[in-house]
Nanobody
Framework: QAQLLESGGGSVQAGGSLRLSCEAS?????MAWFRQAPGKEREGVAY????????IYADSVKGRFSISRANDKNAMYLQMDSLKPEDTAMYYC?????????????????WGQGTQVTVSS
């Protein structure tokens, strides 16, 4: 049973930056980031194939967030810049070792424990 280990959340002021990390215990084909704010539905943030291709971002974060990969560590990172109070949420890493289409509607097999991001105005 693979595991995902997340880290990097915290509290920042609006305009600040944070970097989230997600490290898988084994190879993953597809990795993604989701977030959920209190009282709101879970929202897809970004996803990427772990080997090649360009990451895809939700409109709400496009131009501010970016994904990078470290395949030697089975890791994916989410760099979050120009943070806004509306980015406040619990952020979850999701991953899947199966092939197929990567996107934010995929039924991901593995989920991280979540890391809190709080942005104050």
């Amino acid at each position: 049973q693979a595991q995902l280990l997340e880290s990097g959340g915290g509290s920042v002021q609006a305009g600040g930056s944070l970097r989230l990390s997600c490290e898988a215990s084994s190879y993953m084909y597809c990795m993604a980031w989701f977030r959920q704010a209190p009282g709101k539905e879970r929202e897809g943030v970004a996803y990427a194939y772990t080997r090649g291709g360009s990451p895809i971002y939700a409109d709400s974060v496009k131009g501010r967030f970016s994904i990078s990969r470290a395949n030697d560590k089975n890791a994916m990172y989410l760099q979050m810049d120009s943070l806004k109070p509306e980015d406040t949420a619990m952020y979850y890493c999701a991953a899947d070792g199966r092939g197929g289409i990567c996107d934010l509607t995929r039924d991901y097999v593995y989920w991280g424990q979540g890391t809190q991001v709080t942005v104050s105005s």
